[in-house]
């Protein structure tokens, strides 16, 4: 897979994670990432549902409080999920505009 910090394609397998999930490193900017490092699940524990549920409540305008009574999830933890989308959506948004 394509390094996701610097865009080299040679990258080569680095061990595993503590989680069991594949590590990569790349050759040209020598650093490590796996294979969720593009997305928001990368180094969180949420489920996919979690993570939908949070961000679907939150782009109908639902309180981050009343996030928390649908979803169980910490404040926290949701606070962090959406600005994490927020962040991706941004790159998104810079990459193709
Ligand atoms: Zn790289």
Redesign the pocket.
Known sequence: MP?P??G?EKTYKHGKTSKGSQRYR?L??K?TFTSTFDTIYYRRQVSFEEVRIVLQSHCEGTSLRGISRISGLSYNTRVSLIRAASQKAQLVHNGEV
Do not use: F, G, K, P
Request: proline share 0%; hydrophobic share 10%; with cysteine.
């Open positions: 390094c910090l610097c080299h790349c040209n900017c650093q």
